[in-house]
């Protein structure tokens, strides 16, 4: 036998005994991947508080420039006054005319609150509140795995692809890939 026949026979033993070791340590690894047959969301609900904003349409009573109603109750007392006076006689007439321009009086200091009360204008106005907003969050995912012929179950924080990593005969949870 010649150097190169027994340097090939060598080279060859080796090579077979490489391939055969490497698919023998893959035997008894086990798989490397296990398979997801099904994903179904887990999901809380979650209370936030949210500001919530809005255009009002706001009333205002414009400032009034007689606040004690003096012209409503002299004009009513002159014309209550004048009434009362066409009533009766004698010291009947001065108590009607006295009478009458109280009454006037009186009634015109309501007239003139009634006008200043109904002189309003508008406004809009931004009106703010805080409101509880109910919304649904996805707080992980509940996984169904077949690895080695036997089927799992396993709650993971990311949605998997459709295989888990294996690495020493337990799923690889913490990585997404």
């Known amino acids: 036998m010649n150097n190169s026949m027994l340097i090939g026979a060598v080279v060859g033993g080796a090579a077979v005994l490489s391939v055969g070791a490497v698919a023998g340590y893959k035997a008894i690894s086990g798989p490397s991947y296990a398979e997801v047959l099904n994903v179904a969301e887990v999901k809380e609900v979650v209370h936030s508080p949210e500001r919530e904003c809005g255009e009002v349409a706001v009333t205002h009573k414009k400032p009034a420039q007689d606040q004690h109603r003096i012209a409503g109750t002299l004009i009513g007392g002159v014309l209550g006054g004048v009434l009362g006076h066409q009533v009766g006689g004698g010291n009947g007439k001065t108590l009607a005319t006295v009478a009458g321009a109280a009454a006037g009086g009186y009634a015109g200091n309501q007239v003139q609150k009634n006008m200043q009360d109904k ?6 106005e931004e009106r703010c509140k805080t409101v509880n907003v109910r919304q649904q969050k996805v707080v992980g995912y509940d996984v169904k795995y077949r690895l080695d012929g036997k ?3 396993v709650r993971m924080d990311h949605r998997p692809d459709e295989r888990i990593p294996v690495k020493d005969g337990q799923l690889v949870l913490n990585s997404q890939g």
Request: charged fraction near 20%; avoid cysteine; charge should be negative.
């Open 119 to 124: 002189d309003t204008y508008t406004t809009n």
């Open 151 to 153: 089927e799992g179950m």
